[in-house]
């Protein structure tokens, strides 16, 4: 699965987000209010878990987890800078 | 019943309703028991708002007076720190008020000085805690929830005074990008929170016509 599929299957199943069954790659997560702070955490462990990656705590800023893309985005610059 | 929400100013100008309106909606959307315990609200009076709560004097000891609780400062009432704080402070003050009835340090300019840097240096903690809980509240989640539980615990509990700052607190005034210096003079006892510079962090800014 690509880094998009995987980010997206966890937010719509584990993530709660009413009965939504589909968001978009540039869907605010935040200032829509689709996640609150708790549910950002849980991404933020499934992230570092999944991806094998350390996010810094100067990088947990929303700026960083506004929509999936930002969050692929993410992502990947931290695979490359490991 | 008398209640209240406290919000980031921006929050409310983001709404555009009138203070009655908001207050309303608030109670009936804030939270799910809330909601069960006051299922109609009914306003009997003019809802009113307080724009910034929060103050800090300088100097809040000198030879002849020394201040405690919120006689010197208040931040937030969100986490109802104050009457804790207020009494630690007394426990704080009475030995040094006693040994200065007793005749000590009576020829220092203030002889009750450590005092006053203690009770800055336990309640910038809190300021600083509860800036990023407001500022970066993102932050505040993962800090609180996982990367520093035990240390926010102490936190909360109201180990303030000792054994800070923290590698958590430490954490929050990184995210706040702030600095707490302690030396020369009392200049650490000028209020350096956002509530007091709004330009550090939008959310306390506010315009005065609406609030």
């Known amino acids: 699965m690509s880094t998009q599929s995987l980010v997206e299957s966890f937010i719509i199943d584990e993530l709660p987000l009413g009965n939504r069954t589909l968001i978009g790659p540039d869907e605010s997560l935040i200032s829509s209010q689709n996640l609150d702070s708790l549910a950002l955490l849980r991404l933020i462990l499934f992230l570092e878990e999944q991806f094998g990656i350390t996010i810094e705590d100067g990088e947990l800023i929303p700026d960083n987890f506004q929509t999936i893309n930002y969050i692929k985005s993410f992502i990947a610059n931290k695979q490359t800078v490991r | ?211």
């Open chain 2, 1 to 211: 019943m008398s209640v209240g929400v406290v919000i980031p100013a921006a929050y409310f100008l983001e709404k555009k309703e009138s203070k009655a309106d908001f207050l309303t909606r608030e109670l009936h959307e804030l939270n799910p028991e809330m909601r069960r315990r006051i299922p109609e609200v009914k306003l009997v009076e003019e809802t009113r708002s307080i724009k910034n709560y929060s103050y800090q004097v300088k100097r809040i000891t000198g030879k002849g007076y020394i201040c405690i609780g919120n006689a010197h400062r208040f931040i937030d009432p969100i986490f109802s720190f104050g009457l804790y704080v207020t009494m630690k402070e007394a426990q704080l003050m009475a030995p040094l008020v006693k040994a200065y009835l007793e005749g000590a340090l009576r020829d220092d300019p203030n002889p009750f000085a450590a005092y006053q840097l203690a009770c800055e240096q336990g309640i910038d903690v809190m300021e600083d805690v509860l800036d990023t809980f407001w500022e970066q509240p993102f932050a505040f989640a993962a800090f609180v929830h996982a990367r520093y539980t035990p240390l926010m615990m102490d936190v909360f509990a109201g180990r303030i005074y000792e054994h800070q700052p923290s590698e958590a607190v430490l954490a929050f005034r990184g995210m706040l990008q702030r600095e707490r210096p302690y030396t020369g003079e009392d200049d650490y006892s000028i209020p350096i929170g956002s509530r007091y510079h709004p330009e550090r962090a939008p959310i306390w800014v506010a315009d005065e016509t609406d609030t």
